[in-house]
Protein backbone atom coordinates (compact mmCIF):
# COMPACT_ATOMS: atom_id res chain seq x y z
CA UNK A 1 0.00 0.00 0.00
CA UNK A 2 1.54 3.28 -1.08
CA UNK A 3 2.10 6.06 1.27
CA UNK A 4 1.17 9.62 0.83
CA UNK A 5 2.79 10.71 -2.54
CA UNK A 6 3.96 14.38 -2.92
CA UNK A 7 5.40 15.86 -6.10
CA UNK A 8 7.75 17.31 -6.94
CA UNK A 9 10.26 16.74 -4.05
CA UNK A 10 11.93 20.03 -4.57
CA UNK A 11 10.74 22.70 -6.88
CA UNK A 12 12.46 26.24 -7.59
CA UNK A 13 10.66 29.22 -8.95
CA UNK A 14 11.15 33.26 -9.29
CA UNK A 15 9.74 35.73 -7.39
CA UNK A 16 6.06 36.52 -9.60
CA UNK A 17 5.91 32.62 -10.68
CA UNK A 18 3.48 30.05 -9.89
CA UNK A 19 4.04 27.16 -7.54
CA UNK A 20 1.56 23.98 -7.52
CA UNK A 21 2.68 21.03 -5.30
CA UNK A 22 0.54 17.87 -5.43
CA UNK A 23 -0.70 15.20 -3.38
CA UNK A 24 -2.04 12.20 -3.67
CA UNK A 25 -3.26 10.40 -0.16
CA UNK A 26 -3.00 6.70 0.48
CA UNK A 27 -5.62 4.72 -0.88
CA UNK A 28 -8.86 4.61 0.83
CA UNK A 29 -8.41 8.08 2.57
CA UNK A 30 -10.79 10.56 1.61
CA UNK A 31 -9.34 13.19 3.98
CA UNK A 32 -6.06 15.13 2.91
CA UNK A 33 -4.40 18.03 5.28
CA UNK A 34 -1.66 20.82 4.02
CA UNK A 35 0.65 22.01 6.25
CA UNK A 36 3.88 24.05 6.25
CA UNK A 37 7.08 23.95 7.95
CA UNK A 38 9.08 27.17 8.07
CA UNK A 39 13.16 27.15 8.42
CA UNK A 40 13.75 25.82 12.08
CA UNK A 41 9.71 25.91 12.89
CA UNK A 42 7.20 23.61 13.55
CA UNK A 43 4.61 22.79 11.12
CA UNK A 44 1.92 24.88 10.93
CA UNK A 45 -1.38 24.06 9.70
CA UNK A 46 -2.73 25.73 6.27
CA UNK A 47 -6.05 23.74 5.52
CA UNK A 48 -8.17 20.51 5.38
CA UNK A 49 -10.39 18.87 2.95
CA UNK A 50 -12.43 16.54 1.69
CA UNK A 51 -13.58 15.27 -1.75
CA UNK A 52 -14.77 18.12 -3.84
CA UNK A 53 -14.95 19.88 -0.22
CA UNK A 54 -12.72 22.57 1.76
CA UNK A 55 -13.59 21.63 5.63
CA UNK A 56 -11.39 24.59 7.31
CA UNK A 57 -9.27 26.55 5.88
CA UNK A 58 -8.17 28.75 8.96
CA UNK A 59 -4.71 28.62 8.18
CA UNK A 60 -4.20 29.66 4.92
CA UNK A 61 -3.27 33.22 3.94
CA UNK A 62 -5.91 35.04 2.68
CA UNK A 63 -3.96 36.17 -0.46
CA UNK A 64 -2.28 33.86 -3.18
CA UNK A 65 -3.07 30.52 -1.59
CA UNK A 66 -5.52 28.07 -2.75
CA UNK A 67 -6.23 24.42 -2.32
CA UNK A 68 -7.82 21.95 -3.63
CA UNK A 69 -9.27 17.66 -3.76
CA UNK A 70 -11.20 17.24 -6.95
CA UNK A 71 -13.24 14.30 -7.20
CA UNK A 72 -10.12 12.51 -9.11
CA UNK A 73 -6.69 13.06 -8.71
CA UNK A 74 -4.81 14.40 -6.85
CA UNK A 75 -4.44 17.47 -4.20
CA UNK A 76 -3.45 20.37 -5.53
CA UNK A 77 -1.81 23.13 -3.56
CA UNK A 78 -1.75 26.61 -5.65
CA UNK A 79 0.38 29.35 -4.47
CA UNK A 80 -0.02 32.70 -7.07
CA UNK A 81 2.74 35.42 -7.41
CA UNK A 82 5.51 33.65 -4.86
CA UNK A 83 7.69 35.63 -2.49
CA UNK A 84 10.52 34.90 -1.09
CA UNK A 85 8.57 34.15 2.30
CA UNK A 86 7.30 31.40 0.88
CA UNK A 87 10.29 29.49 1.02
CA UNK A 88 9.23 26.33 3.09
CA UNK A 89 8.74 22.90 3.22
CA UNK A 90 4.86 21.49 2.53
CA UNK A 91 3.65 18.76 3.90
CA UNK A 92 0.85 16.75 2.86
CA UNK A 93 -1.15 14.38 5.26
CA UNK A 94 -4.01 11.61 4.98
CA UNK A 95 -6.22 9.74 6.75
CA UNK A 96 -9.21 7.62 6.48
CA UNK A 97 -11.47 9.63 8.92
CA UNK A 98 -10.90 13.04 10.84
CA UNK A 99 -10.38 11.65 13.66
CA UNK A 100 -7.79 8.75 12.47
CA UNK A 101 -4.20 9.46 12.78
CA UNK A 102 -2.69 11.17 9.83
CA UNK A 103 -0.55 9.62 7.53
CA UNK A 104 2.38 12.15 5.74
CA UNK A 105 4.39 12.53 2.84
CA UNK A 106 7.79 13.56 1.95
CA UNK A 107 7.04 16.70 1.49
CA UNK A 108 7.84 19.30 -1.38
CA UNK A 109 10.43 22.37 -0.57
CA UNK A 110 9.93 25.15 -1.96
CA UNK A 111 12.42 27.52 -2.76
CA UNK A 112 11.78 30.64 -4.48
CA UNK A 113 15.19 32.74 -6.01
CA UNK B 1 -6.84 27.94 20.95
CA UNK B 2 -5.04 24.84 20.62
CA UNK B 3 -1.59 24.91 21.90
CA UNK B 4 1.37 22.58 22.63
CA UNK B 5 4.32 23.73 23.95
CA UNK B 6 7.61 21.59 23.78
CA UNK B 7 10.46 21.72 25.72
CA UNK B 8 13.49 23.80 23.96
CA UNK B 9 16.22 21.70 22.20
CA UNK B 10 18.11 20.71 21.04
CA UNK B 11 19.11 17.28 23.29
CA UNK B 12 22.51 15.64 23.37
CA UNK B 13 22.43 12.47 24.92
CA UNK B 14 25.18 9.41 24.82
CA UNK B 15 23.93 6.26 23.50
CA UNK B 16 21.80 4.17 26.04
CA UNK B 17 21.09 7.07 27.85
CA UNK B 18 17.92 7.76 29.05
CA UNK B 19 15.42 10.21 27.29
CA UNK B 20 12.82 12.67 28.15
CA UNK B 21 11.36 15.04 26.10
CA UNK B 22 8.18 17.20 27.80
CA UNK B 23 5.32 18.28 26.16
CA UNK B 24 2.34 20.24 27.34
CA UNK B 25 -0.84 21.10 25.39
CA UNK B 26 -3.77 23.18 26.01
CA UNK B 27 -6.87 22.12 24.17
CA UNK B 28 -10.93 22.52 24.26
CA UNK B 29 -12.58 19.00 25.21
CA UNK B 30 -10.60 16.05 24.81
CA UNK B 31 -8.09 16.11 22.47
CA UNK B 32 -5.96 13.19 21.12
CA UNK B 33 -2.65 13.62 21.70
CA UNK B 34 0.75 12.16 19.31
CA UNK B 35 4.13 12.15 18.90
CA UNK B 36 5.64 12.38 15.39
CA UNK B 37 9.25 11.47 14.74
CA UNK B 38 10.81 13.26 11.60
CA UNK B 39 14.52 12.39 10.37
CA UNK B 40 16.74 14.46 7.74
CA UNK B 41 14.82 15.21 4.34
CA UNK B 42 11.78 13.03 5.11
CA UNK B 43 8.02 13.34 6.83
CA UNK B 44 6.97 12.76 9.66
CA UNK B 45 5.87 9.55 10.89
CA UNK B 46 3.91 8.46 13.51
CA UNK B 47 5.35 7.09 16.83
CA UNK B 48 2.85 7.04 19.50
CA UNK B 49 -0.85 7.87 20.32
CA UNK B 50 -3.20 8.06 22.97
CA UNK B 51 -6.79 8.94 22.75
CA UNK B 52 -8.09 9.41 26.11
CA UNK B 53 -7.03 10.27 30.00
CA UNK B 54 -4.11 7.60 31.47
CA UNK B 55 -3.73 5.99 28.18
CA UNK B 56 -0.37 5.07 27.73
CA UNK B 57 1.36 5.41 23.96
CA UNK B 58 4.09 3.14 23.47
CA UNK B 59 6.44 2.24 20.29
CA UNK B 60 10.09 1.03 19.07
CA UNK B 61 10.52 1.14 23.10
CA UNK B 62 9.22 4.90 23.32
CA UNK B 63 6.38 5.86 25.62
CA UNK B 64 4.39 8.46 26.75
CA UNK B 65 0.96 8.73 29.34
CA UNK B 66 -1.69 10.92 28.44
CA UNK B 67 -2.14 13.21 31.89
CA UNK B 68 -4.95 15.20 31.77
CA UNK B 69 -4.56 16.13 35.24
CA UNK B 70 -0.99 18.19 34.42
CA UNK B 71 -2.16 18.88 30.63
CA UNK B 72 1.02 16.53 29.55
CA UNK B 73 1.92 14.30 27.03
CA UNK B 74 5.94 13.17 27.88
CA UNK B 75 7.82 10.94 25.81
CA UNK B 76 10.47 8.79 27.44
CA UNK B 77 12.97 5.90 26.19
CA UNK B 78 14.77 3.97 28.55
CA UNK B 79 17.81 3.85 26.80
CA UNK B 80 18.54 5.74 23.29
CA UNK B 81 20.04 4.49 20.18
CA UNK B 82 22.27 6.48 17.59
CA UNK B 83 19.22 5.87 15.06
CA UNK B 84 16.99 7.85 17.24
CA UNK B 85 18.81 10.53 16.08
CA UNK B 86 15.55 12.76 14.84
CA UNK B 87 13.12 15.74 15.20
CA UNK B 88 10.35 15.06 17.73
CA UNK B 89 7.17 16.59 17.58
CA UNK B 90 4.50 16.72 19.73
CA UNK B 91 0.85 17.35 18.59
CA UNK B 92 -2.85 17.11 19.10
CA UNK B 93 -5.67 16.81 17.38
CA UNK B 94 -9.88 17.21 18.33
CA UNK B 95 -11.04 19.35 21.15
CA UNK B 96 -12.09 22.31 18.87
CA UNK B 97 -9.19 21.39 16.16
CA UNK B 98 -11.77 18.82 14.30
CA UNK B 99 -8.53 17.28 12.61
CA UNK B 100 -6.13 18.94 12.19
CA UNK B 101 -3.16 19.05 14.32
CA UNK B 102 -1.57 21.34 16.64
CA UNK B 103 2.36 20.93 16.79
CA UNK B 104 4.48 21.88 19.23
CA UNK B 105 7.91 23.68 17.99
CA UNK B 106 9.78 20.47 17.43
CA UNK B 107 13.39 19.02 19.51
CA UNK B 108 16.34 17.78 17.66
CA UNK B 109 17.51 14.93 19.55
CA UNK B 110 21.33 13.88 18.68
CA UNK B 111 22.74 10.70 20.21
CA UNK B 112 26.52 9.67 20.09
CA UNK B 113 28.21 6.27 20.04
Known amino acids: NAGVMQNPRHLVRRRGQEARLRCSPM?????VYWYRQLPEEGLKFMVYLQKENIIDESGMPKERFSAEFPKEGPSILRIQQVVRGDSAAYFC???????????FGDGTRLSIL | GDSVTQMEGPVTLSEEAFLTINCTYT??????LFWYVQYPGEGLQLLLK?????DKGSNKGFEATYRKETTSFHLEKGSVQVSDSAVYFC????????????FGQGTILTVHP
Open chain 2, 91 to 102: ANAGGTSYGKLT
Open chain 2, 27 to 32: ATGYPS
Open chain 2, 50 to 54: ATKAD
Open chain 1, 93 to 103: ASSPDFNQPQH
Open chain 1, 27 to 31: KGHSH
